[in-house]
């Protein structure tokens, strides 16, 4: 035991109806494409869709979160269009193209009381696996981990940089999407969590009583992220089925969302537009 001293269906038809007028419209010739996945995402990608739609209208979005493997493998499965993942594919993730969007990092976060401010590497694997089990020499004050639930892609990068399984981690409490996570530690001055830099900073800009801790001496932001020093970052993908570039509709979405027409959406979310 030790202490960290620094601190659609179809519709039915009842009766015969004849369309005369060339302004007449049917809803079965909107066109439609859904897009599941990340939570991280989801709220970018959703304005994104509210932008395509704007510029082309008769087509319909629909943006879904439930998480990055979700995203892949309703991509994987063809249930949805576009799956959405803030991680990198793995081994196995066969038969998909990842067309990265954005980048972000992601952030440990403390509630504002605490004084904790820096992280070395170390000490967060030492947290997160229950060896440092207080946040002050007297023991009085335990530290409460925060862990992100499994199929996140906020788990899978942060056990992938601290190369960690997820059973050495020794959580107190498992949360899901980012919104959650915040709202657990910003409850709690004893709790210590991690999620997307672009969430943290919005929220803590706004009053949300968080802080968001550098790691090795790496300030978290999303500067450092588009500078390349935060080491924890990672990309921002949509994910389509096949080798390729898919044509029609969902391959018009796609090439949207890496112009440069969605920069400053992107910049507006705090996350790093992808400069190629």
Request: charged share 20%.
């Amino acid at each position: 035991m030790s202490s960290l001293l620094k601190l659609h269906p179809v519709s039915a038809v009842f009766g015969a109806f004849l369309c005369l007028n060339q302004s007449c419209t049917d809803s079965s010739a909107v066109e439609k494409i859904t897009v599941t996945g990340s939570s991280t995402l989801a709220p970018l990608v959703a304005d994104m869709a509210g932008l395509f739609e704007a510029k082309n209208p008769g087509i319909r979005i629909d943006v879904q979160a439930g998480g990055s493997s979700r995203g892949i493998l309703d991509a994987s499965s063809s249930l949805a269009d576009i799956g959405m993942t803030s991680r990198n594919l793995k081994a196995g993730e066969n038969g998909l193209t990842s067309h990265r969007i954005a980048l972000d990092g992601i952030a440990l976060i403390v509630h504002s009381q605490n004084p904790v401010s820096d992280l070395s590497h170390d000490q967060v694997i030492s947290i997160f696996t229950g060896k440092t089990e207080f946040w002050n020499e007297g023991n009085d004050r335990k530290i409460v981990v925060v862990n992100k639930a499994e199929g996140r892609g906020t788990l899978e990068v942060f056990l992938k940089h601290f190369e960690l399984d997820s059973a050495d981690i020794d959580a107190d409490l498992i949360v899901g999407e980012n919104q959650q996570a915040i709202k657990t530690v910003s409850g709690n001055p004893l709790a210590i969590g991690y999620v997307s830099i672009g969430a943290a900073e919005y929220e803590a800009a706004n009053g949300t009583p968080i802080r968001l801790l550098a790691v090795d001496g790496v300030t978290a932001t999303s500067k450092t992220v588009a500078e390349g020093t935060y080491p924890i970052s990672r990309p921002l993908l949509l994910v389509t089925k096949g080798h390729a570039v898919p044509a029609g509709l969902t391959g018009r979405f796609v090439e949207f969302c890496q112009s440069t027409a969605v920069h400053e959406l992107i910049g507006s979310h705090l996350y790093v537009p992808v400069r190629e």
